[in-house]
T-cell receptor, first 115, second 111 residues
């Protein structure tokens, strides 16, 4: 079975400062990884994903994450945050067992951008 | 629009009563999921389905059952609701890309 750890439950950061949200996973099989974002009073939406290939993946709004197999990590980074990035961020892992079956989420990190 | 609708969107019920939440998709996808979202726990998988009449348990399946008699519908049933099942419930589909698309959520309050 797979599991996901997000060590930081809350991350306050000043506007235009860099940020890193940490995600570690465990799995006995190969995995695929995601970051989802939930803005206040909204549903979840995909931010970025790693399925295979290049270990560095990027989103359209400036976030990036790097898959590190040796450290079993998939940390999310942004060099300069905006007020609009305030949201809950969830790391998720799925196991490449037979196909796309169950996807497990971490507990989430609440990012608060301070003006 | 991911073509997923959940009903009801809000429900208040009393302890011990049965509750059924419905998830309906218009896209004919094989994989469907039920999650619950609670503060400090993120999203926890309750049950998922990989086809008609094919379902499996997730992380927190105790107290919940599911059924999928048609590709488009995935039902979540609380046979006897308890206060610990007060939560926001999300249904999701997998479009065979690995990415999950979520419904708008169903807020359940058990008094």
């Amino acid at each position: 079975a797979q599991s996901v750890t997000q060590l930081d439950s809350q991350v306050p950061v000043f506007e235009e400062a860099p940020v890193e949200l940490r995600c570690n996973y465990s799995s006995s099989v190969s995995v695929y990884l995601f970051w989802y974002v939930q803005y206040p009073n909204q549903g979840l939406q995909l931010l970025l994903k790693y399925l295979s290939g290049s270990t560095l993946v990027k989103s359209i709004n400036g976030f990036e994450a790097e898959f590190n197999k040796s450290q079993t990590s998939f940390h999310l980074r942004k060099p300069s945050v905006h007020i609009s990035d305030t949201a809950e961020y969830f790391c998720a892992v799925g196991a490449m067992k037979t196909s796309y079956d169950k996807v497990i989420f971490g507990p989430g990190t609440s990012l608060s951008v301070i003006p | 629009d991911a073509g997923i609708t959940q009903s009801p969107r809000h429900k208040v019920t009393e302890t011990g009563t049965p509750v059924t939440l419905r998830c309906h998709q218009t896209e004919n996808h094989r994989y469907m999921y039920w999650y619950r979202q609670d503060p400090g726990h993120g999203l926890r998988l309750i049950h998922y389905s990989y086809g008609v009449k094919d379902t499996d348990k997730g992380e927190v399946s105790d107290g919940y059952s599911v059924s999928r008699s048609k590709t488009e519908d995935f039902l979540l049933t609380l046979e006897s609701a308890t206060s610990s099942q007060t939560s926001v419930y999300f249904c999701a589909i997998n479009r065979n890309t690995g990415e999950l698309f979520f419904g708008e959520g169903s807020r359940l309050t058990v008094l």
